[in-house]
């Protein structure tokens, strides 16, 4: 057991000052104060000292095999590390393939999730990759969902890019319903994760989709939503309108020169913009290429994105927009975990995983606990990953 005190606890809504019990891998107990010498066996106690305590961050966009290769074979990025997510406070991700959808295979993408969980984390995928017809396991969109557990829903789908390969309406809403009745029959989401693009046409395939009646806009949900202004700004109409939205989080001063609005400007607008909050989320792209193109699609640069982004976006949206932690903090905690359909993330409560971060006074991750388990400790790696070594 572990009892963690003197907590400013954010379930992500403000409770006070607490103290949490965890047993095994679930919270048991929030009280103004728990004695551990009530408690039969050895207890492990952490003092939170007053510091804010929040969920477990959910990154739903990470490239946990490596992406990118849009330079070639050299620019192919690494794998998500243990520590590369604890260290951003992240417990839970979502895997997803990208741009190839050949050299990285979904049988990958899946192993690579059962060995995040067996190292800590929780881990869920996508089946898909960029291209229409998605590569698949089964052969199969729905069977992929039904039939093998840590997958949730398709994608990362390509659309208004000039990597997609222009998957007509039709394609679009036949992969979108496999995908939706797959999550129907096994309880799980069942949603198609969109990669946006810069090209002008935007969100109008979605639109044109769902402008049909038979899909709701909450069967997409489309990242990369803040890459360019205009598509910002239909972004928000599509949320207006009944459709969630995902923010990235990773950037770099170049894409915010060329017309990127960072995540934390985008998440202050979105209440003057009229956008339900409960619709919005943001993901770190973690581990996926950020490639820059000339005008001819010629690739002229390229960084690698990080689940510390999170952690980057947290601040800035405090610091620099003054949002409160418990209005910013369901963006990336109880948002992603109704939109995915996982029953026991995003909040601080009694039978819910115990995923916690314990933030500093400048609100970077100090400690973080991950299904019970310390991962970070003071900021120090506690668990690594199993070929990371000690640090150089």
Not at 272 to 299: H, I, K, N, Y
């Amino acid at each position: 057991m572990l009892i963690i005190k003197n907590a400013l606890v954010y379930a992500p809504e403000k409770l006070g000052k607490k103290d949490l019990l965890i047993a095994g891998e679930r919270i048991v107990a929030i009280e103004d104060h728990i004695d551990a010498s009530c408690l039969p066996g050895q207890v492990e106690q952490i003092d939170a000292a007053g510091r804010a305590l929040t969920p477990g961050f959910i990154d739903g966009h990470v490239h946990i095999t490596g992406g990118g290769g849009e330079g070639g074979y050299r620019t192919r990025t690494p794998e998500l590390c243990l520590s590369d997510a604890t260290r951003a406070g992240v417990t839970t991700v979502i895997g997803v393939l990208g741009t190839d959808g050949v050299a990285r295979s979904l049988e990958a993408l899946v192993a690579k999730a059962y060995g995040l969980r067996e190292e800590g984390l929780s881990a869920w995928c996508y089946t898909g990759a960029y291209r229409v017809p998605l590569p698949t396991i089964s052969g199969d969109i729905m069977r992929d969902i039904m039939m093998i557990e840590p997958i949730i829903g398709a994608g990362e789908v390509a659309l208004s890019d000039h990597r997609s390969t222009k998957p007509t309406d039709a394609e679009l809403a036949r992969l979108a319903s496999e995908a939706r009745l797959g999550g129907m029959l096994s309880g799980k989401a069942g949603i198609v994760n969109i990669h946006l693009g810069d090209a002008p046409e935007g969100l109008e395939p979605l639109e044109r989709v769902c402008g049909k009646g038979d899909l709701p806009r909450s069967q997409f949900l489309p990242t990369h939503c803040n890459r360019n202004r205009a598509l910002l700004k239909r972004s928000y109409a599509w949320a207006r309108e009944g459709g969630n939205i995902d923010f990235t989080t990773s950037t770099v001063p170049a894409f915010l020169a060329d017309g990127e609005t960072s995540a934390a400007a985008c998440l202050a607008r979105l209440k003057g913009e009229g956008v339900p909050l409960d619709r919005a989320t943001v993901t770190s792209d973690g581990q996926g290429s950020l490639p820059r193109f000339d005008a001819a699609g010629v690739m002229t640069g390229l960084d690698l994105g990080s689940c510390y982004s999170l952690v980057d976006t947290l601040r800035e949206a405090v610091q620099k927009h003054g949002m409160a932690l418990e209005e910013l903090l369901p963006f990336m905690t109880a948002n992603p975990a109704r939109i995915l359909k996982l029953p026991r993330k995003g909040a601080i409560a009694l039978g819910m995983d115990a995923d916690i971060v314990i933030l500093d006074k400048d609100l970077k991750p100090a400690t973080v606990v991950a299904r019970g388990l310390v991962m970070l400790r003071d900021g120090a790696v506690e668990v690594r990953g199993s070929f990371e070594g000690e640090p150089r």
